[in-house]
């Protein structure tokens, strides 16, 4: 009876934990084949089919779809514009910001900016001293690859739509199990930009938010972590170990 109760609350533990993890505000990553080309498209039927998927709606009637995958070198990500039917070379773009969850509490953010019809991607970086007015420096000589290009048909669309894809190197951003994570796609036509999370206002459209505002991409599977295993989840069956242990032993002295 009491080794079943310590199971019983092992498992209500693991599910807070899962329950936590897993909020409004998380999207998830899984480990997969690496994206064979980033040329801003969906270029054939299967190329995003291992990735986790996000679909995001909005009250502008717009929509998103986010594709997320890495191979552990590196992490891809889809931002599919479904709305965005009139493209605009040079001036439509879409940016994805990340920051790994580690022990270091002087991690960097780092952002991606891709624009349409531009080979010459931008990628910043933000430095967390900056507590008051945060600054961001353009860097260069990364292995950061990402194109915005114009996918004819995808599974969500038949109509021609902007789409962006991001290939950001593991050993830049740092490996973790997760990751503050925040998205944003410029529409230029219409002059609207969609988010993720969504509803954060924003002063400008060149305007990126504090990570506080930011949401969180999560490996469930932990493959993207520092170490093997989440130290939460190797924590309930050593605690149940040692106590079924004592148990047997104390058993055995009676």
């Not at 009637?61 to 594709?67: C, E, M, P, Y």
């Not at 039917?85 to 790994?100: Q, Y």
């Not at 305007?207 to 932990?222: Q, R, Y």
């Amino acid at each position: 009876m009491m080794i079943s109760m310590i199971v019983l609350i092992g498992l209500l533990w693991l599910g807070f934990i899962v329950n936590e993890t897993f909020a409004e505000e998380s999207i998830l990553i899984t480990e997969a084949n690496s994206i064979q080309e980033i040329d801003g498209k969906w270029g054939f039927v299967n190329e995003w089919k291992e990735s986790a998927y996000t679909g995001l709606s909005y009250d502008n009637g717009g929509k998103l779809v986010l594709r997320t995958l890495h191979d552990r070198n590196y992490i891809y990500v889809l931002v599919d514009h479904l709305g965005d039917t009139h493209p605009n070379k040079g001036e439509d773009r879409a940016i994805v910001c990340l920051n790994s969850k580690n022990e270091n509490p002087e991690k960097d953010n780092y952002c991606f900016i891709v624009t349409l019809g531009r080979k010459n991607s931008i990628v910043l970086q933000e430095s967390t001293s900056f507590t008051i007015n945060s600054k961001f420096k353009r860097i260069f000589k990364t292995e950061f690859e990402g194109m915005g290009g114009v996918t004819v048909a995808d599974r969500y669309s038949t109509i021609p739509h902007v789409t962006y894809e991001f290939k950001i190197p593991v050993e830049l951003v740092g490996k973790s199990n997760e990751y503050q994570f925040y998205v944003a796609a410029y529409e230029a036509q219409r002059n609207y930009i969609l988010t993720w999370p969504k509803n954060i206002i924003l002063k400008n459209n060149f305007d990126i938010p504090l990570s506080s505002n930011w949401g969180t991409m999560i490996s469930p599977d932990s493959s993207l972590p520092e170490f093997p295993l989440s130290l939460s989840v190797l924590i309930i069956p050593m605690v149940m170990i040692i106590v079924i242990s004592r148990m047997k032993v104390d058993f055995l002295n009676k």
